[in-house]
């Protein structure tokens, strides 16, 4: 049977990391690792966009002509169209250059834009999926570090309609990474509660 983690996060948010296809969601908002003109792509774009319909590449057509292409690190939002999430929150990540051109700065701040876009729409669950670790090259445990702290530090800190966060991610090896870096926010995280525990889905 599938499960998922679940961690509490303070008092009032919950982050949970789950094997899964995020295109299933029933979040407010999925998060899409787009690339920079926003056509659409092989993995998990390809997949957003083939559950979504046509409607999607429209809306994403309609921001490039407004605005051009997007820059890793930035967010911009469509609506869901064919998916059961009312909203697509499109971001850029980096491209794994060896660490060496800002990519650590890059990823959180695609992490930190999806959150602000789900704040502006209102939205109180979010699914991310795990940003530039496929066709991008970013090392696994790397981004699970940054994608994690960086949600949870916004759930904290900051004032958020965002109540809950999930992580879909597509296969084991993933999974494991954010698990464990998971364990490890209660360390970085002392002065809050977070626990943890196996639930059902
Ligand atoms: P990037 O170009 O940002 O690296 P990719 O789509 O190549 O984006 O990969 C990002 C992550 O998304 C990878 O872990 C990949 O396995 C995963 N992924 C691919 N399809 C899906 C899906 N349908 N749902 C969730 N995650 C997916």
Not at 181 to 191: Q, S, V, W
């Amino acid at each position: 049977m599938a499960s998922a983690l679940r961690y509490q996060i303070g008092k009032k948010a919950v982050l949970e990391l789950l094997i899964g296809d995020i295109t299933d969601e029933t979040t407010d908002a999925i998060v899409n690792a787009a690339n920079s003109s926003l056509l659409g792509g092989g993995g998990v774009d390809g997949a957003i966009h083939e559950a979504a319909g046509p409607g999607l590449l429209a809306e994403c057509k309609a921001i490039r002509a407004q605005r051009g292409s997007l820059p890793p690190g930035q967010a911009v939002t469509t609506s869901g169209c064919d998916l059961r999430a009312k909203y697509v929150i499109h971001t850029v990540g980096p491209v794994w250059h060896g660490g060496t051109v800002n990519e650590p700065q890059i990823l959180e701040s695609c992490y930190s834009h999806c959150m602000e876009e789900a704040e502006r729409k209102e939205c109180t669950s979010v699914s991310f999926p795990s940003v530039s670790t496929g066709a991008f090259g970013y090392p696994v445990q790397d981004a699970a570090n940054i994608a994690l702290r960086t949600v949870v530090e916004q759930l904290l800190h900051q004032p958020v309609s965002v109540t809950l966060v999930r992580f879909v991610l597509f296969d084991q090896r993933t999974y494991k990474a954010y698990a464990r870096t998971a364990e490890g926010l209660r360390k970085d995280f002392p002065n809050f509660e977070i626990s943890s525990e196996t639930v059902p889905l």
